[in-house]
């Protein structure tokens, strides 16, 4: 079926490890984007990608990475998990100025 | 940096009555975007207004723009228990025609009664 999905739904990590929360879209929209939702912040751009292999900072970058290899897909890295990145974190997608399309969330925990 | 926030933060209505939500932001925007998230799912979109337009319809959607007070409403008429849900709004501000990303509000969740 088209849409974007985000694997896995729930994870549960200790600090200091690797994480990565993966992120797959049907559409072939180009722009790709991850948010991090939490209690009394709404929700926060981490990182963007306008197409393959290019990559920018939003908001809240530190201790996050990404990468784009491919169109579809669009994985986000906590390379050394900490207690505060624990969140709810949404991955979308559209075609440039049109609206996003959400998955339905990677529920991290980090202990 | 937050740019919008939405009043009220909860909202509960009967069915069948009109619910308010409102939004306000800090920096010009090329368009503000209204969001529904239902419980533990991703955000759904539902209605765009460009900054050169002051009213849009959509189905019960309404959703004013006023740039001069930087702020925008929406309004869903005859609710339904479907409707309850979170609702925010998003705008797009940087450069990029909204390849950049959006800027959240923290949302108005809204309760409708049966």
């Known amino acids: 079926d088209a849409g974007i999905t985000q694997s896995p739904r729930y994870k549960i990590t200790e600090t200091g490890r690797q994480v990565t929360l993966m992120c797959h879209q049907t559409w072939s929209h180009s722009y790709m984007f991850w948010y991090r939702q939490d209690l009394g912040h709404g929700l926060r751009l981490i990182y963007y990608s306008a197409a393959a292999d290019i990559t920018d900072k939003g908001e809240v970058p530190d201790g996050y990475v990404v990468s784009r290899s491919k169109t579809e897909n669009f994985p986000l890295t906590l390379e050394s998990a900490t207690r505060s990145q624990t969140s709810v974190y949404f991955c979308?997608?559209?075609?440039?100025?049109?609206?996003?399309?959400f998955g339905d969330g990677t529920r991290l925990s980090i202990l | 940096s937050q740019q919008g926030e939405e009043d009220p933060q909860a909202l509960s209505i009967q069915e069948g009555e009109n619910a308010t939500m409102n939004c306000s932001y800090k920096?010009?925007?090329?368009?503000l975007q209204w969001y529904r998230q239902n419980s533990g799912r991703g955000l759904v979109h539902l209605i765009l207004i460009r900054s050169n337009e002051r009213e849009k319809h959509s189905g019960r959607l309404r959703v004013t723009l006023d740039t001069s007070k930087k702020s925008s409403s929406l309004l869903i008429t005859a609710s339904r228990a479907a409707d309850t849900a979170s609702y925010f709004c998003a705008t797009d501000v940087g450069a990029g025609g909204g390849a950049d990303g959006l800027t959240f509000g923290k949302g108005t969740h809204l309760i409708i009664q049966p």
């Open positions: 979308a997608s559209s075609h440039g100025g049109q609206p996003q399309h």
């Open positions: 920096t010009s925007i090329n368009n």
